[in-house]
């Protein structure tokens, strides 16, 4: 059974940085991406951030140079690291778990981000 947990959540201000983890167990695909997704109230679901299998990684415009994703050498966990924090950065961040080879994919339950002074 695959399970995907995020933390490392919380109030931070502006300027200030954070790291989130994401930790996967019961991984079955060979070939994976883990995304980090944000929602904010009223908005839709926008991916932040992807790391692959190979350890590729790719950013969206809004986080590039601000955020890093990395994933431990076991490969069951990834970071988020956020630096440089701006009050548009809170939301909701939600870990997902997917293949390109398959319909199937997982989330985490999500961890509260808030920027605020």
């Known amino acids: 059974q695959v399970q995907v947990v995020e933390s490392g959540g919380g109030l931070v201000q502006p300027g200030g940085s954070l790291r989130l983890s994401c930790t996967v167990s019961?991984?079955?695909?060979d070939i994976w991406y883990i995304e980090w997704h944000r929602q904010a109230p009223g908005n839709r679901r926008d991916m932040v951030a992807s790391i692959t299998n190979a350890g590729s990684t790719h950013y969206a415009d809004s986080v590039q140079g601000r955020f890093t994703i990395t994933s431990s050498n076991d490969k069951t966990t990834a970071y988020l690291q956020m630096n440089s924090l701006k009050p548009e950065d809170t939301a909701i961040y939600y870990c997902?778990?997917?293949?390109?080879?398959?319909?199937?994919?997982?989330w985490g339950q999500g961890t509260q981000v808030t920027v605020s002074s």
């Open positions: 019961g991984n079955h695909f």
């Open positions: 997902n778990l997917n293949s390109p080879y398959s319909s199937l994919n997982y």
